[in-house]
């Protein structure tokens, strides 16, 4: 089975510090995805890397950078936390050119809270 | 651009069918999803139809697609209490550029009541 492993499932911050939510998968699997899921917004893509050393923004990376040095792992980086990032993130990868194309496997989730 | 659209909100019986209805814009559509997200879990991948397929079953589910009308269905048959997630319905396409992402809808909460 895919696996995609979140480092944690709860984490309480403080306003202003540097967090790192860390995201491996185990499948060989080219693109991985970061996404904050909130209330009545749905999934929104913060960034995304569909290979090792690049990424890409999505629909809205402001706040967030991320890093992708080995092909398993995708790091979220919030330089600065504010209280507004407190949220549900979830990380996913997929394979590319697969005949399910871009079906994505997710992990099981971090909720950031800042306080 | 593109986007995809569900209802918020579903209630139905136990033992009763749901549907699960979903509208894109995108005509260019290579694949459909539907994805469940149980409480306090990340998405799982529940089933998937090809663009030039009509309609796929998998057990209790079943997926129509109309093409014409850009509109999806997940129905899900003999509803159980262990149905009770949120369905997110999503889109890929072959586009330059965007051939990696999925566009999602905001989520159906569907709750079974005994």
């Known amino acids: 089975d895919v696996k995609v492993t979140q480092s944690s499932r709860y984490l309480v911050k403080r306003t202003g510090e540097k967090v790192f939510l860390e995201c491996v998968q185990d499948?060989?699997?080219?693109?991985m995805f970061w996404y904050r899921q909130d209330p009545g917004l749905g999934l929104r893509l913060i960034y995304f890397?569909?290979?090792?050393?690049?990424?890409e923004k999505g629909d809205i990376p402001e706040g967030y950078s991320v890093s992708r040095e080995k092909k398993e792992r995708f790091s979220l980086i919030l330089e600065s936390a504010s209280t507004n990032q407190t949220s549900m993130y979830l990380c996913?990868?997929?394979?590319?050119?697969?005949?399910?194309?871009?079906?994505?496997?997710f992990g099981q989730g971090t909720r950031l809270t800042v306080v | 651009g593109e986007d995809v659209e569900q209802s918020l909100f579903l209630s139905v019986r136990e033992g009763d069918s749901s549907v699960i209805n979903c509208t894109y814009t995108?005509?260019?559509?290579?694949?459909l999803y539907w994805y469940k997200q149980e409480p306090g879990a990340g998405l799982q991948l529940l089933t998937y139809?090809?663009?030039n397929m009509d309609m796929k079953q998998d057990q209790r589910l079943t997926v129509l697609l109309n093409k014409k009308d850009k509109h999806l269905s997940l129905r899900i048959a003999d509803t159980q209490t262990g149905d009770s997630a949120i369905y997110f319905c999503?889109?890929?396409?072959?586009?330059?550029?965007?051939?990696?992402?999925?566009?999602w809808g905001l989520g159906t909460s569907l709750a079974v009541n005994p």
């Open positions: 499948m060989d699997h080219e693109n």
């Open positions: 996913a990868s997929s394979p590319t050119g697969t005949l399910l194309g871009t079906e994505a496997f």
């Open positions: 995108d005509s260019s559509s290579t694949y």
């Open positions: 890397s569909y290979d090792v050393k690049m990424k």
């Open positions: 139809i090809f663009s």
């Open positions: 999503a889109e890929s396409n072959r586009n330059a550029g965007n051939n990696r992402k999925l566009i």
